[in-house]
């Protein structure tokens, strides 16, 4: 069995400063991990994804995250916050067989001036 | 835009109405998925395709119904839905079904049932 959990339903930032979306995992197996962004009326779109390589992985728009087994977390990060970045970010985990993605519940992100 | 195409792309129909969901991708891969997007809710994984072949059916009710004629190709038949079946479903492909492949999605179908 696997499962995301994402704390905090809704964060809010300042532009310019530091991005911090958090994600903790549960798997029977060691999974693959993913991070992907929703905005308004559009589909999912992948950040990044970890697949048991380097765990410090970096993604598109400057977006990060790090696999910490003993944690079990796949934080999202970003150093700065821009206007743009204002979206929905979900977590996901894959693991067992047969691709099937298990999301969060979603983290929207606020960017305020 | 990412290689999978959902229409329409937003969808109201009655309860006692036939309709259909298409999704069609072109970046030659050869595993598909709807999901269900309902407000406050985790994505709901619905149907799995590999190679044309059903491989999830996630307790999916029998008034969603469907079909993957071809690896590109995949489409959700809906007949006498219910009011909580008003979500945005989202079709995603994938090279394969392994589980380290990118799921591409496309932009969804916004449903609503009256």
């Known amino acids: 069995a696997q499962s995301v959990t994402q704390l905090g339903s809704h964060v809010s930032v300042s532009e310019g400063a530091l991005v911090l979306l958090r994600c903790n995992y549960s798997?029977?197996?060691?999974?693959?991990l993913f991070w992907y962004v929703q905005y308004p009326n559009q589909g999912l779109q992948l950040l990044l994804k970890?697949?048991?390589?380097?765990?410090l992985v970096k993604g598109i728009n400057g977006f990060e995250a790090e696999f910490k087994k003993s944690e079990t977390s796949f934080h999202l990060t970003k150093p700065s916050a821009h206007m743009s970045d204002a979206a929905e970010y979900f977590c996901?985990?894959?693991?067992?067989?047969?691709?099937?993605?298990?999301f969060g519940t979603g983290t929207q992100l606020k960017v305020e001036l | 835009e990412t290689g999978v195409t959902q229409t329409p792309r937003h969808l109201v129909m009655g309860m006692t109405n036939k309709k259909s969901l298409k999704c069609e991708q072109h970046?030659?891969?050869?595993?598909m998925y709807w999901y269900k997007q309902s407000a406050k809710k985790p994505l709901e994984l619905m149907f799995v395709?590999?190679?044309?072949?059903?491989?999830e059916n996630n307790s999916v009710p029998s008034r969603f119904s469907p079909e993957c004629p071809n690896s590109s190709h995949l489409f959700l038949h809906l007949h006498t839905l219910q009011p909580e079946d008003s979500a945005l479903y989202l079709c995603?492909?994938?090279?394969?079904?392994?589980?380290?492949?990118?799921?591409?999605f496309g932009a969804g179908t916004r449903l609503s049932v009256l």
């Open positions: 995603a492909s994938s090279q394969d079904h392994q589980n380290k492949n990118i799921q591409y």
């Open positions: 798997s029977s197996v060691p999974p693959y």
């Open positions: 970890y697949t048991s390589a380097a765990t």
């Open positions: 996901a985990v894959s693991a067992g067989g047969g691709n099937k993605l298990t």
């Open positions: 970046l030659g891969h050869n595993a």
């Open positions: 395709y590999n190679f044309k072949e059903q491989t």
